[in-house]
């Protein structure tokens, strides 16, 4: 006879009280598909042929996984960015009293294929918590 118990773990986000329901908290992903992948046909039925089937990412459970599992961690603010000299300088703004983005130093990712454009961190400020011996995928 096979017994099977599960104990409730749950993540926990948590934030600055002093930012609590300042910044927009972190929902689960599946809740928040973009629109474009609601609209897309599971077969596109134009480009179907012989040596076509027409399926689209929709059909792709790879795809899918990534769309829809986890939690999307929103901006604390809405940051705009202005891309210069091919990519090689991003400036960024944004109304907030924290940063919101930052560069890696070129050193930290050496050789890395989109050299010399910088790469950028978007910073939010909530904390996860996970229960022992869970880990957190970014």
Not at 55 to 74: E, Q, Y
Not at 76 to 91: F, H, P
Not at 118 to 138: E, M, V
Request: a positive charge; one cysteine or more; glycine letters at 6%.
């Amino acid at each position: 006879m096979f017994h099977f118990s599960q104990t409730t773990r749950s993540i926990r986000f948590v934030c600055r009280p002093e930012d609590y329901g300042v910044i927009a908290p972190p929902v689960a992903a599946k809740t928040v598909l973009p629109d474009w992948f609601r609209k897309l046909p599971a077969v596109d039925s134009q480009q179907a042929s012989a040596t076509n089937n027409g399926l689209t990412v929709k059909r792709c459970m790879p795809f899918l996984d990534a769309m829809t599992t986890g939690w999307i961690l929103p901006l604390a603010a809405t940051v705009r960015l202005e891309i210069k000299d091919g990519g090689r300088v991003v400036d960024a703004g944004w109304e907030f009293d924290r940063v919101m983005v930052s560069n890696h130093g070129a050193h930290q990712v050496a050789g890395n294929p989109k050299e010399p454009a910088p790469p950028c961190k978007f910073h939010n400020y909530w904390s996860i918590r996970t229960p022992p011996g869970w880990s957190c995928l970014f």
